[in-house]
C-alpha cells in the first residue's frame, strides 16, 4: 500500500459518492455513510469511493462498492442487504486499494443438481452434531443434548472435519451452511 | 499492407456486421431509472428472457431497435428452465435465426441490449459443450453450453450466436458468475407450453431434501449407502398429507433409487401429476414405505 493510501484509511473522513437510483434508498444510504464519519458528495465531484447498488455507473474509475448484483469486476461487493458496519469497512477498504468480497453477496445464478461426492455425505447423527455446534455447544453440552458419551461426540466431530474439509468448529459450520445452500433440492 | 485486407479485419468486419444485423433481435427490458435486462425477440409477439433477474411484476416496457418504445405483459414463467415469456402489445419485425450448434472451442458472439435501441457485443470461446443436465429446479436443459466471456448485468438475456450466425441460446448466469446458455432447443420446448399455459406443469412432493449417508447399522436393511433427508416439509402439501416428517430419510420413489438425484427429478415431470407413488424410507431405525399423491407443483 503506497504511503499516501495508507494514510487514506487513517483518515477519519472520506468522500463518497452514493450513486443510486432509487430516491429513498439513495437518502438511506446516505446517512449510512454519514453516520460512520464520512462526507456524502454528488457524483460529479471529487470522491475517493463510489457506493452503487445493482449496477455501477459506466466508465467509472474510482473504486466502487456494490450492493448486490452480479458485477463481479467491481473493488467492493457486498450484499444488498449489509448492515452498516460491513458498508463502513468496505468503503475504508476499497479507498486503501484493497479488494472486499463479502460470502453472500455474489447472487446465486441458476444451476445444476450436484450429485456430491458419496464419501463425504454427512450422517444424521453428524447433522445433529453440527446444529448443536452452530448454536455454540461445547463438547460437553452437545453429548448431553445427544444423551451419547464426550468421547463419541469427538469421534463425530472428527469425521465432521475430515467430510468438510475444515479445521476449526467455525469453518465446518460455515462449510456446512454452504453446502446446505448449493445442494438442498425441492420436490 | 498489400491490397488484400488481412484476415483480423476481416474477421472484426464480419463481428462489425453481425452485431449490427442482430439489433432486431433484442429488447431492453427496463427495470427502473437506467436499469434493464436483455431480451430476445423469439417471435413478432414473443420476447423470451432470464427469469431469474426478471422482477415479479405484471407488465414492463421494453426499448426495441432503434429505440421504439413498446409494452409487453408476462405471459409465462418458468423458473425450473429459467425462461420467462413476454408478449408484446405491438409485434415487432422478427428476427429468422436458425438453430446453432454448441462446439467446445468454437466462437460465440453475446448480444445485449444497449438500453436506447442499440446493441452491446460480447465475444469469447464456448469454454464448454457438453450434454443435457438438470437444474436445481428441476427442469431439463438440453445441452450445458459455457461461454468464457464476460457479462454485464444488464446484458442477461440476450441471444448467443455461433460463428455462422446459429441462434445458440439466451444468456444467463450460473454459479459464481459463470455465464452459460439456455440452449435454442429449450426455448422451443418450453415457450408454446409457457404461451399456452403460463407456467409449466410439473409434479410435486412439498418437501426440501438433503443428500446423507445412511448409518452403518442400516445399510444391510436399507440396500443402499444414501439418501435424502427431509429437511422441510411443506404445510399441506402431498408429503404432508402422506405424513411425512423431517428427519425422515427416503431411499426411493417407485423404486428409483434416491442416491441417483437426476433419476428421481425425472420422475416428477407433467405426466406425474395425480399419480400414486411409493416412498420408501428410513423413519426411527425402520425401514417402511408410505404412499403418496404427486399433486401439481404452482409457482416456485
Given at each position: 500500500m503506497s504511503e499516501a493510501a495508507a494514510q487514506l484509511v487513517l483518515a477519519q473522513r472520506l468522500r463518497v459518492a452514493v450513486c443510486v437510483a432509487d430516491a429513498r434508498r439513495r437518502n438511506l444510504l446516505g446517512r449510512v455513510v454519514a453516520e460512520a464519519g464520512h462526507l456524502v458528495v454528488d457524483?460529479?465531484?471529487?470522491?475517493?469511493v463510489v457506493l452503487a447498488d445493482g449496477e455501477a455507473p459506466r466508465g467509472e474509475t474510482r473504486p466502487v462498492v456494490m450492493l448486490?448484483?452480479?458485477?463481479?469486476?467491481?473493488a467492493g461487493m457486498l450484499s444488498r442487504d449489509a448492515d452498516a458496519r460491513q458498508i463502513d469497512a468496505a468503503i475504508r477498504a476499497v479507498a486503501a486499494g484493497l479488494i472486499v468480497r463479502a460470502p453472500d453477496a455474489i447472487e446465486s445464478g441458476f444451476g445444476a443438481i450436484n450429485e456430491p461426492d458419496g464419501h463425504a455425505l454427512l450422517t444424521p447423527r453428524e447433522l445433529d452434531v453440527l446444529t448443536a455446534l452452530a448454536e455454540g455447544l461445547t463438547n460437553k453440552a452437545i453429548a448431553r443434548r445427544l444423551t451419547i458419551s464426550l468421547h463419541t461426540v469427538k469421534f463425530h466431530l472428527e469425521s465432521l472435519f475430515r467430510k468438510l474439509g475444515a479445521r476449526t468448529r467455525t469453518e465446518a459450520v460455515a462449510k456446512a451452511s454452504e453446502r446446505r445452500r448449493s445442494e438442498t433440492i425441492t420436490l | 499492407m498489400t491490397d488484400q485486407p488481412d484476415v483480423l479485419a476481416q474477421v472484426s468486419t464480419a463481428l462489425v456486421a453481425r452485431a449490427a444485423a442482430a439489433s432486431n433481435t433484442v429488447v431492453a427490458i427496463r427495470l427502473g431509472y437506467e436499469r434493464h435486462l436483455t431480451g430476445l425477440v423469439w417471435q413478432s409477439d414473443i420476447v423470451v428472457t432470464s427469469e431469474q433477474s426478471l422482477?415479479?411484476?405484471d407488465e414492463f416496457e421494453l426499448v426495441a431497435a432503434g429505440g421504439t418504445v413498446v409494452t409487453a405483459a408476462v405471459a409465462g414463467r418458468d423458473p425450473s428452465t429459467n425462461i420467462a415469456l413476454l408478449r408484446l402489445a405491438t409485434p415487432l419485425s422478427a428476427p429468422v435465426n436458425g438453430a446453432g450448434e454448441a462446439q467446445t472451442g468454437a466462437l460465440a458472439l453475446a448480444i445485449g441490449a444497449d438500453g436506447t435501441g442499440g446493441v452491446s457485443a460480447r465475444l469469447g470461446l464456448v469454454n464448454l459443450a457438453g450434454p443435457e443436465w438438470h437444474s436445481m429446479r428441476g427442469g431439463l436443459i438440453d445441452r450445458r453450453i459455457v461461454l468464457d466471456l464476460a457479462l454485464a448485468r444488464r446484458e442477461e438475456g440476450g441471444p448467443v450466436f455461433d460463428a455462422a450466425g446459429g441462434l445458440l441460446g439466451l444468456s444467463t448466469f450460473g454459479p459464481r458468475g459463470q455465464v452459460i446458455v439456455i440452449p435454442t432447443a429449450t426455448i422451443a420446448r418450453i415457450v408454446p407450453q409457457l404461451a399456452k399455459d403460463g407456467h409449466i406443469a410439473r409434479g410435486w412432493l412439498g418437501v426440501a431434501l438433503q443428500a446423507v449417508a445412511v448409518p452403518d447399522a442400516l445399510r444391510e436393511s436399507a440396500g443402499q449407502s444414501s439418501g435424502l433427508m427431509v429437511m422441510s416439509v411443506i404445510d399441506d402439501g402431498p408429503a404432508a398429507r402422506a405424513g411425512l416428517v423431517a428427519g425422515d430419510i427416503m431411499l426411493s420413489v417407485d423404486g428409483t433409487s434416491t442416491q441417483r438425484w437426476r433419476k428421481v427429478a425425472r420422475?416428477?415431470?407433467?405426466?406425474?401429476?395425480?399419480r400414486k407413488a411409493d416412498i420408501r424410507l428410513i423413519r426411527s431405525g425402520q425401514v417402511i414405505t408410505v404412499q403418496t399423491t404427486i399433486t401439481e407443483r404452482h409457482a416456485a
Open positions: 457524483g460529479d465531484e471529487m470522491a475517493d448486490g448484483g452480479a458485477d463481479t469486476d467491481r | 422482477p415479479q411484476r420422475l416428477f415431470g407433467a405426466d406425474s401429476i395425480g
